[in-house]
């Protein structure tokens, strides 16, 4: 279903053509990413309808919940990388790169209660419209992961702030590795709220729609009247903490591969060999530059990791030091050979000096222009004010 179950004051009916649906249901606002056939690919469009519709809720007096879900099986598979390739040449991809930035910190910055229903895979940037909200609900369905290291990209949309923040170097290893969580895990991790089972959440929407207000510890207490307590599994990744700390910890890919080639023999640790072949076969490029973010990522506010994050997004998808997003991107979705050729093939040669030139400063005027408090109005610093707009 497409929309809340209940009477809706505005509701918009579901179509291809409408990427994401929005309506109105009282002081309820409810907005639906709907590209079910495309598993809810973050788009053009769907980055600027959001921003739109977000900046008119949250001025809004009347909006005081605000509920992120997606249509089908998936709350959303992460950015269009289809996009990204063909727009390799002309850099068609600037707009949808700096608006999503500057959506994702006014979602992290959000005034008003957000909850997000995360039934399906929630893959890198998808799981950015999830994490940040007041409550994440997830399911026995619910996919987590942050890919973009194994086919050449860097763990981006804010997850060098949100994975640099978990316990320990857990961040380092769901950065590098691209693993799964699954519902409860992301529970356990602090990356979501409340694990409600899927066959419960019509009667969850239909509670939050009666609430009297969107005041957050009557939306929390709805939300705990369907929510059931989990643990992870016994074949969790959680239950090996100590040995991902003692490996991960370490200064460099390079260490970290050799570290855990140490464990690999230990009965127990058969875990680690399959977390060595992952990253033996991901770019090399795209596991030093997410290392040194995530790593950087651990003293930065979310205000600077957004805009490290923009840097190496614009530097990467523009080759500066290695074209193996492009390159990744045509062996996993284009033509589906998953041979990525990386260049350069190997860690060493990738020096601290060459890894330095993706996290260097901009000119001023072509950095993100985030809203800094006392400096410039909440929702200015619009791409369409923007030096990118004007070149």
Known sequence: M????????????????????????????????????KLNIISSKVVSRLAELFEKWEDEKEAEIIIIKGTGRAFSAGGDLKMFYEGKADESWIEVVYRMYWLLYH????????VAIVHGLAMGGGASFAVPSTFSVVTENTVFATPEAGFG????????????????????????????????EMVATGLATHYVPSKKLPELEKRLVSLSSGEREAVKASIEEFSIQVKPGEKSILNNIPLIDK?????????IIESLVAESNTEGNEWVKET??????????????TLQSIRRGRKQILFECLKKEFRLTINTLRGLISNDMYEGIRAIMIEKDNSPKW???????????????????????????????????????KYENSSYQKK
């Open 107 to 114: 979602l992290h910055t959000y005034k008003k209660t957000l």
């Open 153 to 184: 990209f860097h763990t981006d949309c804010s997850f060098s702030y949100v994975l640099s923040h978990l316990p320990g170097h857990l961040g380092e290893y769901l950065a590098l590795t691209g693993a799964r969580f699954d519902g409860a």
């Open 343 to 381: 260049n350069p093939l190997s860690l060493s040669e990738i020096t601290e000096e060459k890894l330095e030139l993706v996290f260097n400063p901009f000119k001023d005027e072509f950095e993100l222009q985030l809203p800094e408090e006392g400096k410039i109005a909440r929702w200015e610093g």
């Open 2 to 37: 497409a929309t809340l179950i209940g009477d809706s004051k505005s509701a918009v009916q579901p179509s291809e053509e409408q990427v994401v649906l929005d309506e109105q249901i009282g002081h309820i606002r409810v907005v639906t990413l709907n590209s079910p056939r």
């Open 247 to 255: 490996c991960f910890s370490k200064d460099t890919v390079e260490e």
């Open 276 to 289: 060595i072949k992952t990253l033996k076969r991901s770019s090399p490029s795209g596991l030093k530059i």
